[in-house]
Structure formats: structure tokens, C-alpha cells
């Protein structure tokens, strides 16, 4: 089984910077592609990053050049850098996990594993 738990979030400024972290745990094949999705109230799930065992990375074109995905060497912990951040990215922010060797343009219905999330405020 695999167990995520996100950190990291809170309250910031227009134009601050948070990092989340994403501590993993469990058999790595079933992390091979790790994502960081967001969830504002009255909206859906949106993929924001991602990341697989490769190294490759995606992000969702509102965050691009904003963001960051990375993982540690062990790959028990994943990480999200947020700068510039915006009242937009304002939400609840979701680490998951799948099987899948390659992430590209996966919904989230294809991750099977999921952290509680952590809430992301940004204000003007």
C-alpha cells in the first residue's frame, strides 16, 4: 500500500513563493508517476505537475515557469516550488501516485493514491 502526506501550505501574498512537500511511503513501482493536483471550491480537479521515475516532468500551462516538480534521489519525498504565486492558485493542493512508467496528460482518475491535501491561500 502506498501512503502520501502533504505539508507545506498556508498563507501567502501575491507574488510569494511556498514549497509543498509530499512525504511517500510504500513499493516504488506502484509511484512510478507522482503528481501534484489542486482543487479550488466549485471547480475540479486539476492536474498542476508532474513527474516520473525518469525524471520528466509536466506542468499545466497556467503554472508553467512559475512551478517546480521534484523528487529526492530516494523518492520518498516530493516537493512542489510555487513562486509567483497568484490569487488563482488559491486551493487545496493533492499529491498523488500511479503505476504508470510514463505521466503525460493522465486525468486524475488514472492515480490510485492519494494524500489529504494541503490548502494553498493566496491573496491580493
Known amino acids: 500500500q502506498v501512503q502520501l502526506q502533504e505539508s507545506g501550505g498556508g498563507s501567502v501574498q501575491s507574488g510569494g513563493s511556498l514549497r509543498l512537500s509530499c512525504a511517500a511511503s510504500?513499493?516504488?513501482?506502484?509511484?512510478?508517476?507522482m503528481g501534484w493536483f489542486r482543487q479550488a471550491p466549485g471547480k475540479e480537479r486539476e492536474g498542476v505537475a508532474t513527474?516520473?521515475?525518469?525524471?520528466?516532468?509536466n506542468y499545466v500551462s497556467s503554472v508553467q515557469g512559475r512551478f517546480t516538480i521534484s523528487q529526492d534521489n530516494a523518492k520518498t519525498t516530493l516537493y512542489l516550488l510555487m513562486n509567483s504565486l497568484k490569487p488563482g492558485d488559491t486551493a487545496m493542493y493533492y499529491c498523488?501516485?500511479?503505476?504508470?512508467?510514463?505521466?503525460?496528460?493522465?486525468?486524475?482518475?488514472?492515480?490510485?493514491?492519494w494524500g489529504q491535501g494541503t490548502q494553498v491561500t493566496v491573496s491580493s
Open positions: 510504500g513499493a516504488t513501482y506502484r509511484r512510478r508517476c
Open positions: 498523488a501516485a500511479a503505476e504508470f512508467n510514463s505521466c503525460s496528460s493522465r486525468p486524475a482518475y488514472d492515480y490510485n493514491y
Open positions: 513527474i516520473d521515475s525518469a525524471g520528466s516532468t
